[in-house]
Structure formats: C-alpha cells, structure tokens
C-alpha cells in the first residue's frame, strides 16, 4: 500500500468539497473506492465522466484495478472542461 495525495479539479472539487486529500492505496481502483467512501454522492457520478492522471501520466482506458500508486505519488481527477 502507498500513501499520496488525490487532487480534485473543476466540477470534481465542487463535488468532494476539498481540493486534495491524502489516498492509502496499492491501485487506483483502490484510491477511488475510498473516495467514493468518504464522498458518496454527486461526487461519485461525476467520477464516472472523469478522466485521471497518474504521477502526470494520463491512465486512459487501462483498468484502474491495474494501475499503482506509488509511494508519494499523485492522482489528478479530471473532469470534462468546456471548450477543450
């Protein structure tokens, strides 16, 4: 398990109510489940139409049970921004 920080953007950081949190998980599934937790909600069907970046790498359609999280590491929850 790795611990790091879990940076929400635009309409995601609306729905948690926070700009970041700390994550203690092995995968990104993981770290979301958590989020999903801590935040039921309107943040967890906007996590459905985000997009995320791990450690500045886009995870695109790779399954986020297969992703690690690294020690220290950062995950940016990105939603659809208009215009682009």
């Given at each position: 398990?790795?611990?790091?920080?879990?940076?929400?953007?635009?309409?995601?950081?609306s729905?948690a109510?926070?700009?970041?949190?700390p994550?203690?998980?092995?995968?990104l599934?993981e770290?979301?489940?958590?989020?999903?937790?801590?935040?039921?909600?309107?943040?967890t069907?906007?996590?459905?139409?985000?997009?995320?970046?791990?450690?500045?790498?886009?995870?695109?359609?790779?399954?986020?049970?297969?992703?690690?999280?690294a020690?220290g590491?950062?995950?940016?929850?990105?939603?659809?921004?208009?215009?682009?």
């Open positions: 398990m790795a611990a790091g920080t879990i940076r929400f953007w635009a309409a995601a950081k729905a109510g926070v700009a970041e949190e994550y203690a998980a092995a995968t599934a770290a979301l489940d958590g989020v999903r937790q801590r935040h039921p909600g309107e943040l069907r906007v996590l459905l139409r985000c997009s995320f970046l791990v450690d500045g790498n886009p995870v695109g359609t790779r399954g986020h049970e297969t992703v690690r999280l020690e590491g950062t995950v940016e929850v990105l939603p659809p921004f208009a215009g682009g």
